[in-house]
């Protein structure tokens, strides 16, 4: 019991630190994509 008890601890703690560079990607591919949609919108269409 007590094994599995830390492999949860530890799952979940690698979870935590990879959440944080999850938001970042989550953060710039949302930035990049809005970017390139106000983008088409300046642009003159052809």
């Known amino acids: 019991m007590q094994t599995v008890v830390k492999g949860y601890r ?12 999850l938001f ?8 990049l994509a809005v970017g390139a949609f106000l ?5 003159p269409h052809p």
Not at 24 to 31: F, G, M, R, Y
Not at 39 to 43: H, T
């Open 24 to 31: 970042v990607l989550a953060t710039i591919a949302s930035a």
């Open 10 to 21: 530890g799952l979940s703690f690698l979870v935590g630190l990879n959440t944080d560079g």
């Open 39 to 43: 983008g088409m919108q300046a642009l």
